[in-house]
Structure formats: structure tokens, C-alpha cells
């Protein structure tokens, strides 16, 4: 939990293949975060992981949990 907390000047950041869960607040306070890649199709996401910017981009593989993340609260999606 609270991972990246407060890293204000995080912007993007890629997550790997091995990650396997994102707790609460893993972003909170992150507000110059733009961009997060995922590269695990399997990683659950705290329903409170963060409440990301309105323009942030989730990018992950197509059948991943973190799409239907993006899709179920309306963050910008893209296929890695």
C-alpha cells in the first residue's frame, strides 16, 4: 500500500510482468502521473489504488485486469 505515494515527479511509470497486486493508495498524491504500464495481464487493482488524474493512461495487455479497471471507471486504455 502507498507504494508511490506523494512522487510528484512520477509521470509514467511501467510496472512488470511479476506484479501481482496494486494496494491502496499505491499513486495517491502522484499528480503528474500521466501514463502507467502494466505489463501483467493477471494483477488485481485495489478498487482505492488511487484515484488517477482524468488524462491518465493505463496501458496493459488487451485480456488484463487492468483494462477492465480502465473500462469500469473510465480511464483512457491502450493495448501494450
Do not use: H, M, W
Amino acid at each position: 500500500d502507498n507504494a508511490f505515494a506523494y512522487c510528484s515527479k512520477l509521470r509514467s511509470i511501467t510496472l512488470p510482468k511479476t506484479l501481482r497486486y496494486l494496494g491502496n493508495g499505491v499513486f495517491y498524491g502522484c499528480e503528474n502521473l500521466q501514463s502507467v504500464a502494466i505489463k501483467s495481464a493477471n494483477a488485481l487493482i485495489a478498487d482505492t489504488a488511487y484515484i488517477f488524474p482524468d488524462n491518465i493512461r493505463i496501458c496493459a495487455p488487451a485480456n488484463s485486469t487492468a483494462k477492465t479497471y480502465a473500462v469500469k471507471y473510465g480511464y483512457l486504455f491502450q493495448t501494450l
